[in-house]
């Protein structure tokens, strides 16, 4: 059960933070399929493209609606630097979010570490 923390994170990222930054045009965005509606779902995040992967952790792991979007259906769309990217997205429990962090960009990674409460590693594999 989610505690006031992952409540006050999760509506100031959905009400505040993701509207700003998904409208920016360099920002990271993960874009998955709607497990319900079928339409397309887009939220800002943070990773590392390496080689034909992307990798970035989820801070609220399995209760995250992109995480839920991606068990339902793991063909995504990564936009990096203003380009989209399809792709194949693996949850990777037995990764160490913790170590796949400090080789993350330290921005992003410090916003997960500080409010993550499930961290949830998670790879892409890049296929266009």
Do not use: C
């Not at 959905?14 to 920016?24: E, Y």
């Not at 399995?62 to 997205?89: C, F, M």
């Not at 037995?94 to 997960?112: I, K, M, T, W, Y």
């Amino acid at each position: 059960m989610p505690g006031l923390r992952d409540t006050v994170t999760h509506t100031f990222q959905k009400r505040i933070a993701n509207p700003v930054m998904r409208r920016l045009p360099f920002q990271t965005l993960l874009e998955t399929t709607g497990r319900n509606s079928g339409q397309p779902r887009r939220t800002p995040l943070g990773g590392k493209r390496i080689g034909d992967q992307f990798w970035f952790v989820s801070e609220f792991g399995e209760r995250s609606q992109y995480i839920r979007n991606i068990k339902a259906d793991p063909h995504v769309r990564v936009r990096l630097r203003g380009r989209w990217h399809t792709g194949v997205a693996h949850l990777v429990p037995e990764d160490d979010p913790h170590a796949r962090l400090r080789e993350l960009p330290q921005f992003n990674s410090f916003g997960v570490r500080t409010f993550g409460t499930d961290l949830l590693t998670v790879r892409v594999d890049l296929t266009g």
